[in-house]
């Protein structure tokens, strides 16, 4: 089982990947405001890649209670 820190860790590498961005850092409260080019479609990419590396799967409402990347966090350290 990962830590939350390895899950955050983890994340990064995702954003970096998935918005194209190398020096890209998150934060807990990190949300779709903070990163331009975070839109509806980017975030299906998103979802879609953290349920990959992380082999879960989130059911809808999981998705649409996320706040900020702490909500995902939490989620997927509670699914490891």
Same mark, same amino acid.
């Given at each position: $089982?990962?830590?939350?820190?390895?899950?955050?860790?983890? @994340?990064?590498?995702?954003?970096?990947?998935?918005? =194209?961005?190398?020096?890209?850092?998150?934060?807990?409260?990190?949300?779709? =405001?903070?990163?331009?080019?975070?839109?509806? $479609?980017?975030?299906?990419?998103?979802?879609? $890649?953290?349920?990959?590396?992380?082999?879960?799967?989130?059911?809808?409402?999981?998705? $649409?209670?996320?706040?900020?990347?702490?909500? @995902?966090?939490?989620?997927?350290?509670?699914?490891?």
């Amino acid at each position: $089982m990962q830590t939350l820190e390895e899950v955050y860790e983890t @994340l990064e590498e995702i954003f970096r990947e998935v918005f =194209d961005h190398p020096d890209i850092t998150i934060e807990p409260e990190t949300t779709a =405001d903070d990163i331009e080019e975070w839109d509806s $479609m980017s975030h299906i990419n998103l979802i879609l $890649m953290v349920e990959l590396r992380f082999n879960i799967e989130f059911s809808q409402s999981e998705v $649409m209670r996320f706040q900020d990347v702490s909500d @995902l966090a939490a989620c997927i350290h509670g699914k490891l």
